[in-house]
């Protein structure tokens, strides 16, 4: 955003700006709800035991909050008149590991909802989301 790489790990725990983060995510979040995004809670960690617990560690995925920050950003750069934010289409987002699957349904979902593209490089490919489909056509 604005030619500057910006870094997410899971948690999000590390960036000064991070409550906005969060409360932009959780927006998202109850707007894909409403689209039918259902949580995907085979992806949360298995020594989770209660649900509301594995959602919560899936809402801090590094993706999700990387999305959730451009958004936010996007939506600024646009009031302030900054360029380079809300009239972006593509939104590109690295990983160093595999997305997961509940990661892969929200993308969809928000590519949709956002109205833009999404690429996604994780340590095997390059998931391309446009309209709620991805280029992988769901294998990966």
Known sequence: IGNKVH??????RRRADR?????????LIGR????G???????ALQDIEEEEQKEEHLLHHSEKLALAFAVM??????????GGGGDVNLIQIMKNIRICIDCHNFMKL???????????????????????????????
């Open 110 to 140: 928000a590519s949709k909802l956002l109205g833009k593209e999404i690429l996604v490089r994780d340590s095997n490919r390059f998931h391309h989301f446009k309209d709620s489909s991805c280029s992988c056509n769901d294998y990966w």
């Open 37 to 43: 995004y259902v949580p995907e809670m085979r992806s």
């Open 32 to 35: 894909l709800k409403e689209m």
């Open 73 to 82: 950003e996007g939506r600024r750069r646009s009031y302030d008149g900054g």
């Open 7 to 12: 870094e997410f790990a899971s948690g999000g």
């Open 19 to 27: 409550e906005a983060i969060y409360r932009e995510l959780e927006r």
